[in-house]
């Protein structure tokens, strides 16, 4: 999701492979006050610097990309901020 305004969003559906998080993203994440939950693999093309993504109904932030990777594909690292009930 992309945040147009304070009460729009623009969704874009995507399909991504999801993977789980080592201890370090979790480490990682927690530096920066993220609760690691996931890292989802989506084609290039089809991420434009989304901030949110949807995943299963739970809408989680993406801290952090990696890539396009030589496959095409970009790494989305995705979880809630620290201390969010």
Known sequence: MVKKNPKEYLEKEAYGTIH???RDEFTAAGQKSFK?????????FEYEGQTEIVVDGRTLAVYRTYGPKSNGKIELYAGER???N
Request: hydrophobic share 55%; no cysteine; charged share 15%.
């Open 36 to 44: 690691a939950s996931m890292m989802v693999e989506v084609w290039g």
């Open 20 to 22: 789980p998080v080592g």
């Open 82 to 84: 620290a201390g969010k």
